[in-house]
């Protein structure tokens, strides 16, 4: 059974900096895509940005040139760094994999920009 194991929320000033990891449990062999999604409070789950195994990232409009997604297929690792955060980033940040057909979640992390 995959586990996702997500780390690094924390409270942000505006304009300031974090960064997320997540860490799958096992080995992923083959194809897959690891990402991230986030819900703020009131509404729906959202793409924030996701990455296949060979390195191509696709990002959100909303966060293009400001978050940058990458992984470590050595580690299972997914990062998302997030700079020059706003307070509308604030949310929940779930980790998610998609492998061999099936998809995989985190429990998430919070992220709160404010200052």
């Known amino acids: 059974q995959v586990q996702l194991v997500e780390s690094g929320g924390d409270l942000v000033q505006p304009g300031g900096s974090l960064r997320l990891s997540c860490a799958a449990s096992g080995s992923i062999v083959g194809i897959s895509v690891m990402g991230w999604y986030r819900q703020a409070p009131g509404k729906q789950r959202e793409l924030v940005a996701t990455i296949s195994n060979s390195g191509a990232p696709n990002y959100a409009d909303s966060v293009k040139g400001r978050l940058t997604i990458s992984r470590d297929n050595s580690k299972n690792t997914v990062y998302l760094q997030m700079n020059s955060v706003k307070p509308e980033d604030t949310a929940v940040y779930y980790c998610?994999?998609?492998?061999?057909?099936?998809?995989?979640w985190g429990q998430g992390t919070q992220v709160t920009v404010s200052s």
């Open positions: 998610y994999l998609y492998w061999r057909w099936r998809e995989y």
